[in-house]
């Protein structure tokens, strides 16, 4: 979400966790200041001093009187001695009498700190926006909206899909999701419905590999799917721990749909505990729920435990695709 405090109209003041939006509207506000013709852009990838700074924006060009400064994760929020007070101080009035033929754009990845005196002074002068990662439980509600945007509805199957998936995902941003949604519509081409189907076909490159259908073959115990489909899921450590984590995260919620179901849980309590937000997702836990024993989702969950701290101690002797292939012939 990006939030906005209206100052100057010629120095902006982007930051947050989201960097490729950031990057995007840094772009978009050099090329519609100058109307699509800027002029070369001096930028401070992580460098530059006051003295510097100021050199920039106060010299301009013998031919043209435009300047556009990028000043990206400048050192001087980061660190700086109680010497460059004056020119801290110079280099705000700066920016605070800065001419029309000026743009600059102070670019930020992450978080600043709100209590610190040039952070607070920036937010006052600089047109100030907030750039951070999308919540994943918002994800679908966004990309349907995106969708509906470019004419395609997304039947009813599609949405729980399409929230079961994205729910999972740890970062997305904006961009990410309108990438997806750019593609999506290119694959529906003349139809106006956005199908499961057609989701499935167009989601894989980013989910590792095929998880969710690697999932679904794992809790149908198809084992020799799983055997041919484990090295494309697994393919590092980074993919290990996350697809790891995902099968965890699913067995953990098989297990405690078994656990209330036996001790006579209301069922609102049960979607509740689960996090099944809509009457697609109630659907799909009780179909895979249905799959799995309880005594075997704690077997897995312990096994996984298990090979998870053998590794860390680099003292395993079990290899994932065992542990995988001994759970398909339970």
């Known amino acids: 979400m990006v939030m906005k405090k209206v100052n100057k109209n010629n120095c902006f003041f982007l930051y947050g966790d989201d960097p ?20 070369d852009v ?7 001093s006051f003295d510097e700074y100021k050199n920039a924006l106060e010299g301009q060009s013998l031919f043209t009187a435009e300047t556009a400064v990028v000043i990206h994760n400048p050192p001087f929020l980061k660190r700086r001695s109680e010497k460059e007070d004056k020119k801290e101080e110079i280099f705000l009035q700066i920016l605070k009498d800065l001419s029309p033929e ?13 209590r610190t005196k040039i952070v607070k ?9 907030e750039y951070s990662l999308m919540n994943p439980r918002d994800a679908a509600g966004t990309m349907i909206r995106m969708l509906a945007d470019e004419g395609k509805r997304v039947d009813y199957e599609a949405r729980g899909y399409l929230e079961t998936v994205l729910s999972s995902w740890e970062q997305i941003s904006s961009p990410l999701l309108q990438t997806e949604c750019d593609k999506i519509v290119l694959m529906c081409g003349n139809r106006d419905t956005v199908t499961r189907k057609l989701l499935e076909a167009a989601l894989p490159d980013y989910m590792n590999q095929g998880i969710f259908r690697f999932t679904d073959a794992l809790l149908d115990k198809k084992a020799a799917v799983v055997l041919e489909s484990a090295d494309r899921v ?17 067995f953990r919620k098989i297990k405690i749909f078994h656990e209330m179901k036996r001790c006579r849980r209301p069922e609102s309590e049960i979607k509740e ?20 024993k309880e005594r075997d989702a704690e077997w897995f969950l312990l096994q996984i435990f298990n090979y998870q701290m053998k590794t860390r101690q680099g003292a395993s002797d079990l290899e994932l695709k065992d542990l995988l292939l001994t759970y398909c012939m339970k």
């Open 20 to 39: 490729v939006s950031a990057n995007i509207r840094k772009r978009s506000l050099i090329a519609s200041y100058f109307h699509g013709n800027p002029p």
């Open 273 to 292: 505990a689960l996090g099944a937000r809509t009457s697609w997702m109630w659907r799909n836990m009780q179909q895979e729920a249905s799959k799995v």
């Open 121 to 129: 002074t920036l937010l006052s002068i600089c047109t100030a926006e």
């Open 42 to 48: 001096t930028l401070f990838d992580g460098n530059g």
């Open 102 to 114: 000026i743009l600059l754009v102070i670019l930020v990845d992450g978080k600043v700190d709100k």
């Open 234 to 250: 697994f393919t590092d450590i980074p993919s290990t721990i996350k697809n790891l984590g995902f099968l965890s995260s699913k």
